[in-house]
């Protein structure tokens, strides 16, 4: 017995090395087998992926090599133009696409598999923000990057006072927008005038004297309707879902309508397909202008470096280990070969900086790398790149903490609270623009009575991190259509015996057909050739 138990684990060694010998062997001839075709080919397939990567390490070396020549404002302004026509490319396709994919998204499902995937959807946008308010919270409070002295700090600006309560209205405001075309451009916001207000009080001097009125004006802010530059995302939203809903009840009525936002949706893609051949470039000089325009890193005192670190190690567990465990809990597949698919749009997100930016990019990578069902891109996406924000949320936690830390203001369980719960809310606020958390940091910083003027600190690295948390937001919003994709196959496979029957009567009926051009030219050519035979 002793000896076979002393060969056993002889045999378990020579069995695992055979393994690794024939696995070893296996690469080998692969490796020798790849031909000069089998290297073009990948370098074909990933042409995008590679140029873009290649353009954020060229943006990155041409950016410090340019920062010693001081260029002066306009310069940097004149270099970073084609960034900036790449960004006003995808901005201006973001609309369209976001009510087209939306609108067809919700009329090809039924309105109960509609609401099922939408509840999983909320589901997991709310699980995903709450687990990344906690990161935020945790990593400051265990690394304590506020710690030290205010002086190393200067204020540069006065920050406009926003009420809680007023920014929750507006959020709801905003979901109903009276006037359509305007919402494509504008968004409601609660502005602040001073009113002049008279008393008249009446003075009781004496028992025999008159009595004596007195007047005295008092100033006091009150809120008055206003708006401000950018695209109403949340009103277009809740427009888009209950139209396409209405288009989808309506079956054969609707068809027309619901062919017509197929058409525009496929040829915004396509429209994408050619602006992302120019994308690299554009990224190169993002990048690099916003490198050659950054304020002398060297300058940066202990604690908002200290913060930096905090906020990148947040969004790297949020991103590396929470979302990809999500992911492979729900799926049971590699999250990485799952991410590997989106690196462009991941790419172009740091580049750009938007979310909502980034949305046309994302659909093309989800569709076309990861083989995700549209039906769920059209709904997930739109929906997540407008109230999914998971690295804002960690953001403005983290950032809020740092601040009581930088006071020397001792937060309690209570206000940390309030502090997780506001940064949740205020997330969902955040439009999908650049450095909009800056504007919702106001709202959590009043809800535990911090000075909001100290946003100020922290706005020099803000260009940086704004760009990090936008990988994450989208990373997060990718990862949400490939699990509520998996939750939802049962729908997405079962078909509404009815719907199909008014689409294919739809179909038999349309007075028009999709004839590709070769059959055009072939009929065309039909007559002659029968004259001459």
């Given amino acids: 017995m002793a000896q076979s138990n002393r060969d056993n684990p002889q045999r378990t060694q020579r069995g695992f090395y055979h393994r690794i010998q024939a696995r070893s062997l296996q690469a080998k001839k692969r490796v020798q087998n790849i031909s000069k075709d089998d290297v073009k080919g990948f370098f074909v397939r990933n042409a995008f992926v590679i140029l873009t990567v290649a353009a954020v390490i060229i943006g990155i070396i041409l950016g410090f090599a340019l920062r010693p020549y001081n260029m002066s404002y306009r310069d940097v302004k004149f270099f970073s133009f084609p960034g900036e026509l790449l ?13 087209s994919s939306l609108i067809t998204g919700m009329a090809a499902l039924d309105s109960r598999a509609s609401g099922k995937m939408g509840v999983r959807a909320v589901v997991y946008y709310t699980t995903t923000t709450i687990i990344a308010v906690i990161i935020g919270i945790v990593m400051v409070l265990i690394i304590h990057p506020g710690k030290g002295s205010k002086d190393e700090f200067t204020k540069v600006q006065k920050v406009e006072q926003v009420s809680p309560a007023d920014a929750f209205l507006d959020l709801i405001r905003n979901m109903f927008p009276p006037n359509l075309v ?26 025999f004297a008159l009595n004596d009125s007195r007047e005295i004006t008092q100033e006091e802010m009150i809120p008055v309707p206003g708006s401000v530059n950018g695209i109403n995302a949340l009103g277009l939203v809740v427009f888009s879902m209950c139209f396409g809903l209405i288009i989808g009840n309506m079956r054969e009525q609707g068809q027309a309508l619901k062919d017509f936002f ?34 002398d890193m060297t300058t940066m005192g202990g604690q908002l470096g200290m913060y930096t670190v905090t906020v990148i190690s947040g969004l790297l567990v949020h991103a590396i280990i929470v979302l990809p465990m999500l992911y492979f809990i729900v799926t049971r597949k590699n999250p990485f070969v799952f991410i590997a698919g989106l690196l462009q749009a991941l790419i172009t997100a740091l580049g750009t900086s938007s979310s909502s930016a980034t949305l046309p990019i994302t659909f093309k990578c989800l569709e076309e790398n990861n083989n995700v069902d549209k039906r769920v891109t059209r709904f997930v996406l739109p929906v997540g790149a407008t109230i999914n924000m998971d690295g804002t949320a960690l953001y403005e936690a983290l950032a809020a903490i740092f601040i009581a830390q930088v006071n020397d203001y001792d937060l309690n369980f209570g206000q940390i609270l309030t502090i997780s719960i506001t940064a949740t809310a205020a997330s969902i606020g955040a439009a999908g623009i650049p450095q909009a958390g800056l504007v919702t940091m106001v709202i959590v910083l009043t809800s535990v009575g911090l000075p909001t003027d100290d946003i100020t600190l922290i706005i020099a690295v803000d260009w940086f991190l704004d760009r990090l948390r936008t990988v994450t937001n989208v990373l997060g919003d990718s990862i949400g259509a490939g699990i509520v994709e998996h939750l939802s196959q049962h729908e997405l496979k079962k078909k509404d015996p009815e719907v199909c029957t008014t689409v294919v009567e739809a179909a038999d009926k349309k007075p028009y057909h999709a004839i590709s051009l070769e059959n055009d030219y072939e009929n065309e050519r039909l007559p002659d050739s029968d004259t001459k035979m």
């Avoid at 002049?196 to 009080?201: L, S």
């Avoid at 994408?272 to 190169?284: K, S």
Wanted: glycine share 2%; charged share 20%; aromatic share 6%.
């Fill in 87 to 99: 960004m006003r490319m995808l901005q201006m396709l973001v609309m369209p696409l976001l009510v």
């Fill in 182 to 207: 305007e919402a494509c451009t504008k968004q409601y916001k609660t502005h602040y005038a001073k009113k002049v207000v008279h008393v008249t009080m009446t003075v009781n001097e004496t028992i």
């Fill in 262 to 295: 197929d058409c525009l949706n496929e040829a915004i893609m396509r429209l994408v397909a050619i602006i992302m051949w120019y994308a690299p470039i554009g990224i190169l000089f993002l990048i690099a202008g916003k490198i050659v325009e950054m304020d």
